[in-house]
């Protein structure tokens, strides 16, 4: 029964009809429109949804909208009065305390009711206040700051970011100017897909398999069909028999399964409905036979001789889904030569990327034009729209495909998902607009995260310390579907000779089909754990010989201008630099083995590729392609690029590029909207490539409008064109500054005389990356980057309860175009890795249902768990990337692992071979140790 | 996650919350905070045909600390109303200690200490302290009021001793003697928002560097939170020396039935009873002396 319910929100009387069992965020988002109230997690986990009642902070999805009656409700769109931001709001600005900005409005919520009691709170005051507020990305250590700070932004000031860690040596690039995206999102105008409601619109459900191997026998949807308010129901036989995926050689999912399921989470049906509810309830109503299959979880099972198979024997023997077979020079020789070989088995975990925002996507089939729109929640609009076009067997320009805001992906949004697919067809079948979201157990079923990989390492050094040869034998956990798996199992061995000088190398990876959630890319790309391995052997090396871990570094360190035994080919490279500033900056020297029993610190290094040298799919098309068009009255312009920003920055990074090849004032360079209808081809956010190529191809564009305007300029000034450079939104002769025009007139003119000015460029990796070998192509990069981090931890003994104290980081990530952007992904990425170091496992039961699927059980690190953290750049220039600059995303996440695993070594003197490092692992070692000594 | 659809109503007095909870006593809910009740509706764990919520009897939100010294929490007090009493961070910090390890802020504002233990999960964090102090819970239904020792309202995993239409009304706390000191401990798997994997309690009396009186209990190591009488008696007479506490500890795990979950495995749980217990007994000495 619907009852009314009056509530006064950010001061307005609302009276709303609804049933008692809407939550007082339904009636925000649904019925107020207020869409800056997220939903995160519907479960009272991740705090997105937090507003204030009567003042005090709560999690609206936690509160029915009945029992709000009569109550004033503040959200984050009442925060700003006539406009003017709250002080906090520009505290998030200036600090740099938003990435995604999904987490945001809860976040200032948690902080608004915290300075109204407490005006000048403390770090712990504001770890107590916001540790309700989960965020994945910037590593809350910004966010901490930003409250602390927020009286500072009382009064009119604009939010002026700390220009602390700016170079000087540009107008705009390497300096810290605020996100181009940070005001939308700190006051909850930012639109992300789930906060699209178009007219007519309906809701979609996916019905999944409770089962992790079965075949579907028999799907009854007619009890489902005939619920009141459903429109359209529909199952494997209404989908396309053409499979997709992310490597061509391995396309192997259905839209909607057609024979079996192979995971629990494995998509069966879907539905579309009036409402959720419906959605829902019709979800429930379809009946499904299956007939059960033996289940295979674990890998090694699955590859034992007479294992099921999970997939037709064609698609890998023995269930084997990637094999991969290198030998770089002779190991066996290398080890000869060794004074030290160790070799051990190293096991990571299953880490899911957990963004806040959950995936959704929104469908718009147009009968008129045979089109569809898709807004959808993506990394990688390009191959979406590909993969689009592969399975409904129509040409790429039938489908738009829109990125809104995106609240995080680190990997998981990085391909198309079945919610693209389903959204579609049901849009398709009923012409009416379709939403789909997952909630967050369907984020984790749904999965793409890491793969869980099973390590045998063995690394020989001579006693001073030089790596002779290293043996890795790697078995990966792929989960049901290929995913990105091929790269993974690739990238998992490929990367480990960037790092190091290694003369003799040899991988043998193989990546297991089973019958879990299909593993993908996640941050760092299948390198993480490898490198984990890596680093805690060669520390293990280190005191064998005697050497100091720091030293034995450097004394394998890769250099600038080397072509690895992989023929991996490395430019610029400050790999030592980064080691010395984390030695000086973190005490090493005094600290190292020094401590008393229970502290220590550890050292750990790693990189990464700056966007993969090649395709996902062959294609001869530039990666990335740029398009830039300036106004009629030369005042501004507008950069065109597919990019995907979902977080880390990189439109902002992009337009500052973009200004400061243009000569204009940050600012004057507007970005457009994330559109395939707007802007050419770009592979989109993964392999940390935006940076790097998306900004080669931005300058390129740039380059081509100031030719144009140079033209223009020289017949004006009498000069060649040659002699002209633009700067300060002038145009004018280097040598003789005086003699010039204005940037604005020069494009007027040009505009005038020849039409539209418009500037294109591309970026095209360069052709001679990688050897000629099986699988070559697939580790190669323009540039790497390389980084150390030295981490400070205790271990209380009792407990094994590990406490972070301090990182200090250092990363060569070339030219730093952003410094706030580049810290925060650092600061993030340490915190990432902390809880994947410390916390985080999906936990599987014997029937392959996961059982902590969602924010409560599966613990990603809070606001408390936070280190302090010290990051710095390492100057360096990369000659491959836009002003020198190269990736930090990915790479800065690598060194973590390591770095804890030692740090806890040296505080207690156990060596950790497993992932998650629990407190508990940590107690039954360090028994064992002493039983044993 | 839509719920299915029920019935909320919001009596202004007690006895009308009992009338209304028995005209359907198995369909019926009471609903104080809704943070525990709420996400199992979402789950589909529950289905209730109506919530009968306490929100608006005025009466029931009341924490009062009367001049002997004992304390009273109304029925819909919040956990940060118990959280924020200055007079209770004085005079019960191991009440306060609990109350802040609870979840989060949102969480504290709206979840009530009555809600915590009539949910009656392992790991309550409200329910060890208030066990040690000797808490009771006053119960009303329709056919009266009675009161029940927190040390008997415990039956099971998610099970108390309440019929379908008793409310409980308050929790009271007895006023601590003389030279009483409090203190509640548990170990989480991160810093805010997680569920113990075990927790200790404990109340002593000190008299100069002797205990005279110890209850130590425990959460998350049982069907039940538990009383680890054992415990307190190996305190009770002597100093808390490193022997007596490693006593203590041990007395205290030999009480504890943990299982296996995907959060600790048994081993751990009892290892950390033995720690916790050390450090909550020492804890609670220090604040009495103090
Ligand atoms: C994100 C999140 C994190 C959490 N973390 C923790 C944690 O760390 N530690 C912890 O202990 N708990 C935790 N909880 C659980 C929860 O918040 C607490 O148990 C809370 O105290 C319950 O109180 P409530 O008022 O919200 O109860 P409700 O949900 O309203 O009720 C809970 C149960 O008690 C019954 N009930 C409530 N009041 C009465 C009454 N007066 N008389 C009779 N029956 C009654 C209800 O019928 C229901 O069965 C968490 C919950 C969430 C959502
Ligand atoms: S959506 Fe409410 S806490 Fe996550
Ligand atoms: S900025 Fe916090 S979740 Fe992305």
């Known amino acids: 029964m619907e009852r009314v319910v009056h509530l006064t929100v950010n001061g307005d009387a609302h009276s709303v009809a609804v049933r008692p069992n809407v939550t007082l965020l339904d009636v925000l988002r649904e019925h107020l429109g207020l869409i800056g109230t997220k939903r995160g997690c519907d479960f009272g986990d991740c705090g997105t949804c937090t507003v204030l009642l009567d003042g005090e902070a709560v999690k609206s999805c936690l509160v029915l909208a009945v029992a709000a009656d009569g109550r004033e409700v503040t959200t984050i769109e009442g925060l700003a009065s006539d406009g003017a931001m709250h002080p906090l709001q520009k505290a998030f600005i200036a600090k740099g305390a938003i990435q995604c900005g999904y987490c945001t409005p809860g976040m200032v919520m948690a902080a608004k009711a915290l300075v109204d009691a407490n005006p000048d709170p403390t770090d712990d005051d504001i770890k107590t206040a916001l540790g309700g507020n989960l965020c994945r990305c910037t590593g809350y250590t910004r966010i901490i700051d930003a409250v602390g700070s927020w009286r500072k932004y009382e009064g009119d000031a604009a939010p002026e970011p700390d220009s602390g860690h700016d170079l000087e040596t540009h107008a705009v690039v390497g300096r810290s100017v605020p996100r181009s995206d940070a005001p939308a999102k700190v006051t909850g105008r930012a639109v992300f897909t789930e906060d699209i409601r178009l007219p007519n619109m309906l809701y979609g459900k996916l019905l999944t398999s409770p089962h992790a191997h079965a075949v579907v026998t028999n799907i009854d949807t007619s009890k489902a069909e005939a619920l009141p308010g459903v429109k359209a129901v529909i199952t494997g036989a209404d989908v396309s028999g053409v499979r997709y995926g992310v490597s061509p050689a391995r396309y192997d999912e259905y839209v909607l399964a057609k024979d079996k399921v192979r995971f629990v989470g494995d998509e069966v049906a879907a539905v579309a409905a009036v409402d959720e509810a419906t959605a829902d309830e019709a979800v429930k109503l379809i009946e499904v036979e299956y007939e059960l299959l033996p289940v295979l979880l674990d890998p090694f099972e699955a590859l034992a001789d007479g294992a099921p198979d999970i997939h037709e024997a064609a698609r890998g023997k023995n269930n084997v889904n990637t094999l991969v077979d290198h030998h770089f020079g002779d190991v066996d020789e290398g080890f000869a030569e060794a004074d030290a070989v160790f070799e051990r088995r190293f096991v990571g975990n299953f880490v899911q990327q957990s963004p806040l925002e959950p995936h959704c996507a929104v469908a718009q089939w147009n009968h008129d034009r045979g089109t569809l729109t898709l807004w959808s929640s993506t990394q990688v609009p390009h191959y979406l729209q590909k993969q689009l076009s592969r399975v409904f067997e129509m040409p790429l320009a039938k489908f738009r495909i829109i990125k809104p805001y995106v609240g995080g992906g680190f990997g998981g949004k990085a391909e198309a998902m079945a919610l693209d697919f389903c959204s579609a067809y049901l849009s398709r079948a009923t012409g009416r607009p379709v939403k789909m979201t997952y909630t967050r157990p369907q984020m984790f079923e749904h999965h793409r995260g890491r793969h869980k990989q099973f390590m045998d390492l063995k690394i020989g050094v001579t006693k001073d310390g030089k790596i002779t040869a290293v043996d890795f034998r790697n078995v990966l956990d792929g989960g049901a579907y290929t995913s990105f798996g091929v790269i993974t199992a690739y990238y998992a061995g490929f990367m480990i000779p960037t790092l190091y000088h290694i003369p003799n190398y040899r991988y043998h990876g193989r990546r297991m089909y089973t019958n879990k959630p299909p593993c993908g890319a996640m941050r760092g790309h299948g390198v993480p754990q490898p490198r984990f391995a890596f680093e805690s052997l060669l520390d293990m090396l280190a005191e064998e010989i005697g050497m100091d871990p720091i030293d034995i570094r450097m004394v394998n360190a890769m250099d600038p201008n080397t072509r690895t035994v992989n023929d991996l080919d490395v430019l610029s490279c400050e790999f030592k630099a980064t080691l010395d500033t984390v030695r000086e900056r973190s005490g090493w020297d005094a600290k190292h083995g020094k401590l008393p029993f229970g502290r220590g610190v550890g050292i750990g290094s790693g990189g990464f590729v700056s966007g993969a040298g090649y395709p996902i799919y062959r294609s001869s098309f530039p990666h990335s392609n740029a398009i830039i068009r300036v106004l009629e009255d030369g005042e501004g312009a507008t950069l065109m690029i597919a990019a995907a920003e979902i977080g880390q920055g990189s439109e902002t990074v992009l337009a500052q590029v973009a200004t400061e090849a243009l000569g204009l004032a940050y600012g004057d360079v507007t970005m457009a909207d994330c559109d395939s209808e707007i802007a050419p081809i770009d592979l989109g956010s993964y392999s940390s490539r935006v940076t790097l190529m998306a900004g080669n191809a931005v300058k390129a564009a740039a380059d081509d409008i100031n030719s144009k305007l140079y033209r223009v300029a020289a017949r004006e000034l009498g000069c060649e064109p040659e002699a002209l450079i633009s700067e300060g939104r002038r145009i004018f002769i280097e040598a003789a500054p005086h003699v010039g025009m204005d940037f604005a007139e020069a494009a007027r003119r040009c505009f005038s005389a020849d039409g539209p000015l418009v500037g294109t460029g591309c970026y095209e990796p360069p052709s001679s990356l990688g050897g000629d070998f099986k699988g070559a192509t697939v580790g190669t990069s323009p540039a790497f980057s390389f980084g150390s981090s030295v981490c400070e931890l205790e271990v209380d003994p009792e407990t094994g309860v590990v406490r972070i104290i301090k990182f200090t980081d250092a990363h060569d990530s070339g030219t730093v175009i952003n410094p706030i952007a580049f810290h925060g992904q650092v600061e993030g990425s340490i915190v990432m890795g902390v809880g994947e170091v410390l916390s985080e496992d999906m936990i599987f039961d014997d029937k392959g249902r996961i059982l902590n699927p969602n924010l409560h059980d599966y613990l990603i690190p809070s606001i408390g768990d936070t280190p302090e953290i010290e990051s710095i750049a390492v100057p360096s220039y990369e000659p491959r990337g836009p002003y020198g600059a190269k990736e930090v995303g990915e790479g800065s996440m690598v060194p973590v692992l390591g770095s804890i695993a030692n740090a806890i070594y040296d505080a207690v003197g156990v060596r950790m071979y497993e992932l998650p490092i629990t407190p508990q692992k940590i107690l039954k070692a360090l028994e064992e140790k002493e039983s044993s000594d | ?290």
């Open chain 2, 1 to 290: 996650m839509s719920m299915r659809e029920f019935d909320f109503v919001e009596p202004t007095s007690v006895s009308e919350a009992c009338a209304l909870l028995a005209e359907d006593p198995d369909g019926s809910a009471v609903f104080a905070g809704g943070t525990d009740i709420l996400v199992d509706l979402k789950a589909g764990l529950k289905h209730h045909q109506r919530l009968v919520s306490l929100a608006r009897i005025e009466e029931l939100r009341a924490v009062e600390l009367t001049a002997d010294g004992a304390l009273r929490i109304g029925a819909t007090a919040t956990i940060n109303q118990i959280a924020r009493h200055q007079g209770i961070k004085e005079r019960f910090s191991g009440i306060n200690d609990a109350a802040m390890s609870l979840a989060a802020e949102q969480v504290r504002n709206q979840a009530t200490v009555a809600g915590n233990l009539c949910m009656a999960v392992p790991s309550a964090d409200m329910a060890p302290i208030l066990l040690a102090h000797g808490a009771t819970m006053r119960v009303v239904s329709p056919v009266g009021e009675r009161v029940v020792p927190l040390r008997e309202f415990f039956v099971g995993p998610r099970e108390t001793i309440l019929e379908a239409a008793d409310v409980v009304v308050a929790i009271d706390v007895p006023p601590p003697a003389p030279g009483t000191g409090d203190a509640s401990l548990r170990q989480g798997g991160r810093v805010s928002l997680s569920l113990p994997m075990a927790a200790v309690a404990a109340v002593v009396v000190m008299e100069k560097r002797i205990c005279r009186e110890a209850t130590v209990t425990l959460g998350a190591v049982a069907p039940t939170p538990i009383m680890a009488t054992a415990a307190g008696e190996v305190v009770t007479g002597n100093e808390l020396s490193e022997d007596v506490l490693r006593e203590a500890g041990e007395r205290a795990a030999e009480a504890a039935v943990p299982i296996d979950d995907l959060r600790a495995t048994k081993e751990y749980r009892l290892e950390l009873v033995k720690v916790l217990t050390r450090r909550v007994l020492q804890a609670a000495a220090d604040r009495a002396k103090g």
